[in-house]
Each structure stands twice: as C-alpha cells, then as structure tokens.
C-alpha cells in the first residue's frame, strides 16, 4: 500500500501513530513491510491457506461474533444434501464436469431451493459459461428469502458446520508447510485479528492486485469475506475489507464499465441466446427479493437514460437495442481471437496491453493481425508502436514489412486537462476541475467518443436509416458544447448518470427510480449525484468543518453512504453493539434509523419487522437483515450459487507451481480456465526446469506499463532500469551479481534485467525444501518515448485465468534464472525451444 | 511583500514515519526546476540518485539492515553557522530573513569555495554552467506565505515545516514518545545550538547513528577557527616583521 499508494497510506501512518497495529503479508518486503509493526514474508500463491487457517482458528476455537454471526450471516442455512465437499471429493465440489472443466452449481443450492434452481440452470448455466460470475450482476445468484435454518448451528448441513469441517484441515503446520510462516508467526497474527474484533472493536482487510491475480483470486477474496463475516467485521466502522485499485477511477470503470458482460451499476449484460425480452430477461436476473427486486426500475430508468423518448412501455424500452453477448469477450479471448483473424478492429484508451498484460508476445501478434487499431494514449506507448519496435521483429517472428495493421494514433488529455470524477475504492466521486487546456491536438475521451458518434451518425443519417443502425440513430447524443473545441460538458453527463424524472428534474436517490418509463438514470447507484441541480460530487467542505464522517466532501454511492450495509452496525434490536463502534442505529422514539452515516436500510423499517408471506424486493428482507442486496438479507458465509469454482474457498496451487498441493489430490484450481494455444505454452507444475517463483509488482517511482513515469526525467531516474530483487541464496546459486545481469526464462520468452540483491527478499524453507522467489517490478518496455526501457516483465507471464472474473495469473508463476543478458534474435527463439523441449 | 523579520523558519524530517515515496525529491526538482541526476542504475536498495548534490536537494536514503529498511529524506541544514555563507567571496550566499541560506545564481561566479566548506557535504557545483546549487528551503514560496514544496508532498508529514523553535519542542514530545513506546533507539540531529555548527535550520529524528544514513556525527562549521587561524597568522606576520626589523637594526 505504501509501494501504490502512498497517498492513501497516510492513513495507516496516522491510525499507527494512535496505536492501531498494522500486519503485512507479502511475499516481497516492500516500503509497506517497512512501516508496519509486523511483516509475514509468504510464498506467492499460497495466501489461501493462511486466511484458511484464520479461518480454522476462529471456527474452532470458537472465537467468532456469535450474535453478530447468528443474526447476519448465513452460518444457521441448511443446505442441499446433494451437496459435496471438496472433504467428500478430494479437492472437487459436487457438480463437476471433467470434460468441460466446469462446475454445474445446482447441488450447492440451500435445502429446497429447487425451484429456483431448476428455473435459473438451464440458461443460467450458458449465460455463466459466457459472462462469469458478473452474470450475476450485484445482487449475487438467485436465492429464497427465507431458507430452513438451524439456529443452533448444530444440523451437520448448516453453513456453520460444514464450514468447520471444510476448514479443518487448514492448520498452522500447513501455513507453515505451504506459506512459509512459521507457527508462532502465525499465532501472533491470528491472536491480534480475533482480540481486535468483537463488540468493541473491529479489523479491517487491505488487499490489492496481490490477491487478484491468481487463478483462484476471487476465492482469496471470498475467504476474506469469510473471516470478517465470522468476525463481525462488516458494515461496522474500522472494519470491511478494502480493494486498492490499480489506479484513478478503476472503481468508476467497473461502476460505469469498461467489462464487457456488465452494464452500469452492475447489472447483467443481456445474452444473445438467452432473453427474448425485458420480462424474460428480468426473470432470469434474479429472485425477487432483496433490493434486487427492483431491478425493473433500474434496467427500465438506463434505457429511457439512452434511448429517451424513443423507449417506451410498447417497445420494451428499446431493450432489444441493447447488444448481446455470445460467449467470452473478454480481454484475453479477444486477443486470441485477433490472433485468429475473428477480431479486425480494436480501440485501446489509456490501456498499454503490449507492456501491461499477460504473455506480452501474445498481445503483439493479435495486434499485428488487425486491420485497424485505434491507440488514444499520452504517449505513442509500446501498443501503438509495435510494428516497429517490438522484440518480434528481432526474433524474426515478426516484421514491420508483414504487417498490415493500420495504427491510428489519437493523443489524448491528461486530467488535469478536462472536467469529470474520480471514483475512488471508497465508491466516493469526486469532482475536478479542468486546470488548463490539453495541448495542439490532444482531447478527452469524452470529446473523442461524442464527436465519433455524432460523426458517425451524421454519416448515417445521410439516407435512408437502416433498421440495423436505429439503436445508434436514436440513442440521446446531445449535450451542451463548451469552447473552441465544442467539448461536450462532463457535468451534463453525470447529471444524466445521477437520474431524472419526467419533467427533466435531477432525482434525489435510488428510491426514486421507477419501472414505469417515467425516471431516466444512467447507471442506478449513482442516483442522487446531482441531487438538487447540485453537482453533489464537487463537494470539498473539510475535514475539519464536519464530523469524521465527512458526508459533505464528494459523494459516496449509494445515497452518499460512507460505510455499506451499516445495519450492522447495530445489533438485531438496533442498538449500538458498543458505544465505542456507535454507528448506525435505530432510535426507537422517532422510529427511524440514525447516526453519523446514511442508513443502509429503510429508514423507517423497525427492527421488530418480518415480512409478510410472498413479500417482494426490500419488503421480503426482515428488520434484523442488514445485507439487503441478497436475496436472503445475510451475509453469505457460503455462496449457494454465482461462482464458477467453488461455494466455500479451496487452496489450489497457482497453475505454474514448483510445489505439490499437499492440500488436496487436485494441485490446481479445477475450474480455472487456461488457454491452450501454442503462442502461449505453460511451464509444468513442479518442473525441475523452471525452479523458481516469480511474482510482478509495481514500485512508487512508476505507474503501471510506464508510460505516465518512463518518459518524465524526475521519475525515470528515480528507477531507471528494470530489475529484479533477488535473496543473497539465490544470487549465490545462481552466480548474480548485485547491479549486474540476470536473464529470467519461461516457456513463453526470456528477458533480461538488472539485479538487486537483498536480503529483504528471503529465501522461503518449506518443510524440507527451499523455495527462492523472484520479485519484478513491471513498469519497462521497449519504447513508449520511455527516457528508460527495459524487457517487458508480462511477457514471461503465461495467459491462465480465474474462471470467474477472467484475471490473469501474473503474481504467482514459475521460472528459471541465468546470470547475464539474454541472447538475442534467433538465438533467444533456441533458448526457449531448449527449455521447452526439455 | 511584508518586509518586516520573521522567526526563523526551518525543517523538522521525522524519519519515523518516512515511507519512501520520494514525492519530495520530485516535487522540489518540479517546483526549482532543478534538472535530472542522470538515469544510474547504482544498486543500491532503491536509492538511484545516490546523494545531495547540485541536481538533487533532497535526497531520500534507503538503508536496508536486517530485517528493517530504514528510509530518511536529507536536506540542506540551514546551519546557524554557515561556513558556505562565511566563505562566499561574491555574496551570492546570503542569509534570508527567515533565518535561511540561499545561493543567487545570477551573482555566484562559480569559485567553489563553498563546496569543501560544508561540513555535510551539501552543497555542489553544477557541471554544466559551474555555479553553486543547493536547496533554497523555497524561499521563492516563504515569500508568497506558502510551505517549501517538498513539505507540501510529503503524505504522511514526515517533512514538516515551521518556525523552529516549534519544531524543536514538537520534535522533542515526538521522540520523548517513541522511547515511552519502547523505540530507544530514536533520537535527534541537528536541533542542539551547542552543536558544531549552532544547530541546523532543517533537523532530523533518527532512528539508528547518524553514520548510518550518511551524516557526519559531530559536524563543525568549517569556518570555526577561521578567526584564530587568522590571529596567528597576525602573529606570526608580526613576529616575522619584527624579526626582519630586529636584523635591519643589529645591521646598522
């Protein structure tokens, strides 16, 4: 966090100095280890038996919230008795096809769910396979309102027990065996975590790419969310579990996305097979319960958002406008599919795949199979280039004359050159201001996709329309132009996205929203951004000016809410858990929920409230249920169904391992999804030929693949060659020298870097063998204007994904390393093919 | 502008919370305009531009000991006694009125006395037009009421700025706490004004000796004795004027 963040880690700077104590968990020692008060060095890929073992310990020692679990979780749930563990199957869940390599999920269902899931297989199973587990949009998968339970926690099919059995297994002699941390480190931090949880006090979680990008990433997560669940750690303040994003906005392009299977707000992107129509898609988005029930309202309030008067109740809304999806579109199928010659065009913004994602040489033979790419970047960045500076051209695999791509080159504005916000990890907007004009030729995206559109159908529009086109022709496109440049207001944008009613009014929230036509809302949980014809977001009243909350500086979706779910701030009769962690409560003489903090529930929704039978969407979710997104109102200790891999987390090795799962019989995650295409070889599990971990990372001086860092002197010098952080074990054994060269082979390339020895990288014993991990920071490539360049440190990293949200597996793979630089053209080609062939 | 005299302003760098980030190199060379140190891989820990120096006017030091890395912000020490200032034959060294020293680079001719004059090794002559850089603590900011960049950067305050004798007791209650938080090791550079040089403008909380990150234990204006030094000459000269005489008069 400090290495990324450094602004954000201010914070845990301050909350040290008043006494808070910070663990890090790395396999790297970063500037973040050198700031807490304690550092677990772990082995890349292993994190799910450490947070197992967490779990273990809570489960078994008996340490967790119990009222909190009782009341908010989904610990007392009864499941299906078709389910089975990966106890039962040695590593497998029920449902698992070894043909496909894919789980059907009906038999993790809750006891006598299967209604619903008769109802959802069938499609759902497709619309799965297509879009991964976002097919299930925010609302997780369909569920009842009200499963059987025990409460207490006694049947051996309830969560809580089966959840006990599963993690049985994860001990501190495994943590020990599998992570490398040694019993009384481990006991030490699972001390702190459970004394610094319970009424009075609460822990959160930090994570960042470091736990994403793996072929089991989402599950890491998932066992996080297990751990605070258990420890009443949610929706209470201090606790929670917080995403670093790779940079500025990522959260607002996931909110309003850039991913291909979701629309904004999270709601599921329509499948081409699948839904007739808006009821038919309706239907099978969801149960009816939960906020999700209301989900007409939001698909029905985006369309009159894009199609204004155009949608109406006759014509579904225009939804039928709406495209489809086929199969994976995503970032790595669409690479191999240009690679195929399906994928002719291709835009990249602000994006540098060619330094920046998996399997580098992969990426740049997609790109020099296109007929035409469109680059909007600061810089001319490797993607833009590679025609005629890629390490292809020396190894002959590629050459400048051969490729026909036509590379148009947009230049783009910085932000500090145009108007709009920042959706920070916090799901807070914040609103800048344009400080100066970008220079000659440079524009906002925002200028370039509204001037394509209205140039495209201008061009359109010339004739007759076709039927093909409408969805274009009739799409609102007309915002207020500003300056010499005619760019579109950014603020008239985000007060379409923040919704309004019929009389073209801004809404004031979410409950406004309605599933008549009669609401327009671009994406429904930035409802209320531009409440009161205010422009909520560009709030700045300080810190010191408000209380600790500072509900006045931006804006938080949903409802400018700081903390979600914070119901749970309060015990099931609505009262403080303690008076230190007040939060949110019910005050019982104005009967309505209060505190420092919107609500995250019905305002005026009592504690003592049970739904009526047949109850829908948040009347179907009890006064005591904090978590109002699920079908249920509980936190899900255990996911009946909207993962691809697994309802409870599982420690699989990383798909490249030199270690053997002593957990399970299975050494990788059976679901993951690999890409079995000879641009993109995988190394053996546990080849002798490739001994070694490696993970990538990110330094402060550099951002990302480069380009914003390389080609400015201030930063550039400040690291300017790629390197790798060796341990003095390994330098030795290998022959590296500190400052000299080393060269680091996979089945997919090698590259060359400087090295640094030291002992802030250790070498990890294992029971009786040692492991050596090489850390490598990625930010070089070989152009981009770089003052610096280095070898693409992606280029080693093989194409293997987590199957429910498509990740690469970049931070846990397996290589091996050779003193001095690497050999060039063909001569590289040989290296490779010798260490292939083996 | 209000010329009337103002405290003495200086630098508190709390090394205690220092993360490395480096914003304040950056953020000083963006605000001076003070150009690259050159792209030098030097393989050591994460420190490529090595030390202070015309180019560099804060330098973060990365020290990397067994199981701790400790990172530390240097900085020109504004010393009570300048011995630059004493040396400067042009007066392009000056003392500002906050109690700072700052180098005009339109009147320094380049003569370099200065540079061997530092006992901390700080200031540096430009290669490429000869002249004598050094941090300037902003002056150009503390005359529009603004802090110097490199404090405005820094994330967690580990650069502080403000009138010094603030600092100073701020700087005391701040180790006074570590060691009652066990941190023994925690102690101050630079704020004594019975040290060598008079105490510094711009001091320090440490976290190891002062020799571990670079600075010298027990500095001394070079210029200290500079003034006995000159006295002796005097009576030397006397006492050799007198021995000429002495010889003239035996002659005649």
Not at chain 1, 798 to 820: F, H, M, R, W
Not at chain 2, 208 to 221: A, H, I
């Amino acid at each position: 966090m400090a290495e990324c963040h450094p602004v954000g880690y201010q914070w845990v700077m301050e909350a040290r100095q008043r006494g808070a104590k910070v663990f890090h968990i790395d396999p790297r020692f970063s500037r973040t280890s050198a700031t807490v008060d304690r550092y677990l060095q772990i082995r890349a890929g292993s994190d799910l038996v450490l947070t197992g073992a967490l779990i273990n310990y809570v489960l078994s020692n008996e340490l967790d919230f119990r009222e909190y679990v009782l009341a908010y979780t989904n610990a007392a749930t009864i499941v299906s008795e078709d389910f089975r563990d990966t106890e039962d199957l040695d590593g497998l869940f029920s449902g698992y096809d070894p043909e496909t390599g894919r789980y059907d999920t009906a038999s993790w269902a809750y006891e006598g769910d299967t209604g619903q899931t008769d109802e959802m297989s069938e499609g759902d199973q497709r619309h799965a396979e297509a879009a991964g587990s976002d097919s299930y949009g925010a609302r997780g998968a369909g569920s009842t309102a009200t499963p059987p339970q025990d409460p207490t926690l006694s049947h051996p099919r309830c969560v809580y027990q089966i959840l006990r059995r599963h993690f049985a297994r994860y001990t501190p002699e495994r943590v020990a065996e599998l992570c490398g941390i040694a019993p009384e480190q481990f006991a030490e931090l699972a001390e702190a975590i459970t004394a610094n949880s319970g009424r009075e006090r609460t822990t959160a979680w930090v994570y960042s790419v470091g736990w994403t990008q793996h072929s089991v990433g989402v599950q890491y997560i998932r066992s996080a969310a297990i751990l605070q669940l258990l420890l009443g750690n949610m929706g209470r303040p201090g606790g929670g579990i917080m995403a670093l994003r790779g940079h500025a906005s990522i959260q607002g392009s996931t909110d309003i996305p850039t991913l291909f299977n979701l629309l904004p707000g999270y709601i599921s992107m329509p499948h081409a097979h699948r839904h007739d129509g808006l009821d038919d898609y309706l239907k099978r988005e969801g149960g009816d319960t939960g906020w999700w029930g209301n989900r007409r309202a939001y698909m029905v309030s985006l369309l009159k958002a894009w199609w204004g008067d155009s949608a109406t109740e006759d014509n579904d809304f225009r939804f039928d406008y709406l495209p489809r999806l086929t199969g994976d579109h995503g970032h790595y199928a669409t690479v191999m599919g240009q690679i195929d010659g399906t994928v002719k065009g291709y835009f990249v913004v602000g994006e540098n795949p060619a330094v920046g994602s998996a399997n580098g040489k992969a990426q740049r033979l997609g790109l020099a199979n296109l007929d035409w790419l469109v680059v909007r970047d600061l810089m001319v960045i490797e993607t833009a280039s590679f025609w005629k500076d890629a390490p292809e051209l020396e190894t002959g695999e590629l050459s400048t004359e051969e490729i026909g791509t036509e590379v148009f080159f947009m230049p783009a504005a910085s932000h500090v050159e145009k108007d709009g916000t920042f959706t920070n990890t916090q799901r807070l907007l914040q609103w800048r201001e344009k400080a100066v004009d970008p220079p000659d030729d440079c524009r906002s995206d925002l200028w370039f996709y509204y001037h394509l559109g209205k140039r495209i159908r201008q061009r359109l529009g010339a004739g007759q329309v076709d039927p093909t086109d409408r969805p274009l022709m009739e799409l609102t496109w007309d915002y207020p132009e500003e300056g010499e440049h005619r760019d579109p207001s950014a603020a008239a944008v985000l007060r379409e996205i923040g919704g309004v009613d019929a009389e073209g009014r801004p809404l004031g929230s979410l409950r406004e929203l309605k599933p008549d036509g009669s609401t327009s809302c671009g994406c429904w949980i930035y409802c209320g951004v531009y409440a009161d014809d205010v422009n909520q977001a560009a709030r700045r009243k300080p810190r010191g000016e408000q209380g600790p909350v500072a509900p006045e500086w931006g804006w938080a979706w949903p409802a400018n809410r700081r903390i979600l779910y914070n119901r749970a701030s309060a015990d099931p009769e609505g009262r403080p858990w303690s008076e230190r962690k007040k939060y949110v409560y019910w005050d019982a003489e104005a009967g309505r929920w209060t505190g420092p903090d919107v609500p995250d529930f019905e305002e005026d929704k009592p504690p003592s409230y049970r739904p009526p039978e047949g109850a829908k969407a948040q009347d179907a979710i009890a006064g005591t249920d904090p978590f109002i997104m699920q079908s249920d109102g509980k936190g899900w200790l255990y996911v009946p169904s909207g993962l691809a891999d697994g309802p409870l987390p599982a420690h699989y090795e990383p798909h490249e391992s030199p270690i053997r799962n002593t957990m399970y019989g299975r050494q990788s995650n059976p679901a993951r999804r690999t890409v079995d295409r000879p641009e993109n070889p995988y190394n053996p599990a546990l080849s002798p030929r490739f001994p070694y971990v490696f993970t990538t990372s990110r330094v402060t001086e550099h951002h990302t693949a480069g380009a914003m860092s390389r080609t400015l002197p201030y930063l550039a010098e400040l690291q300017p060659a790629a390197f790798c952080e060796v341990s003095p074990e390994l330098a030795e054994q290998v022959g590296l020298e500190n400052g000299g060269w080393a060269t680091v082979v996979t089945s997919r390339t090698a590259i060359e870097l400087r090295v640094l020895v030291t002992n802030r990288v250790r070498s990890l014993r294992l029971g009786d063998t040692t492991v050596h991990q090489i850390v490598m920071p990625y930010h070089w490539g070989y152009g981009g204007g770089g003052l610096v360049t280095g070898d693409v440190v992606n280029d080693l990293s093989p194409v293997v994904l987590d199957p429910n949200v498509y990740i690469q597996e970049s931070k846990a793979g397996t290589c091996d390393v050779l003193p001095g630089r690497r050999p060039r053209g063909a001569a590289l080609r040989a290296l490779i093919e010798r260490y292939r062939d083996g | 502008m209000d010329e009337t005299p103002t405290r003495r302003m200086g630098f508190f760098t709390d090394t205690s919370v220092c993360i490395g980030c480096k914003a304040c190199e950056v953020a000083c060379k963006e605000w001076n305009d003070v150009p690259d140190d050159g792209f030098v891989f030097r393989a050591t820990s994460y420190d490529n531009t090595g030390a202070l120096g015309a180019d560099t006017w804060r330098h973060v030091a990365f020290i990397e000991q067994d199981g701790r890395w400790l990172m530390s912000s240097d900085v020109c020490k504004h010393c009570t006694n300048a011995a630059c200032l004493d040396v400067c034959p042009t007066g392009a060294l000056f003392r500002t009125e906050f109690d700072t020293v700052v180098v005009q680079s339109d009147i320094c001719n380049g003569c370099g006395y200065c540079v061997p004059a530092c006992p901390y090794g700080v200031i540096d002559r430009r290669e490429r037009d000869g002249r004598a850089w050094k941090c300037t603590m902003c002056y150009d900011r503390l005359r529009g009421g603004l802090e110097p960049a490199c404090a405005k950067a820094c994330p967690t305050t580990s650069i502080q700025f403000g009138p010094l004798d603030e600092l100073r007791e701020r700087a005391q209650e701040r180790v006074e706490r570590l060691h009652a938080e066990g941190r023994t090791d925690a102690r101050l550079y630079g704020e004594s004004p019975d040290d060598g040089v008079g105490g510094t403008g711009a001091f320090f909380l440490l976290l190891d000796e002062p020799e571990t990150y670079g600075l010298p234990p027990d500095p001394v204006v070079t210029t200290r004795d500079l003034g006995e030094m000159w006295r002796w000459a005097g009576v030397a000269a006397f006492g050799l004027a007198g021995a000429v005489a002495a010889c003239f008069l035996r002659r005649s």
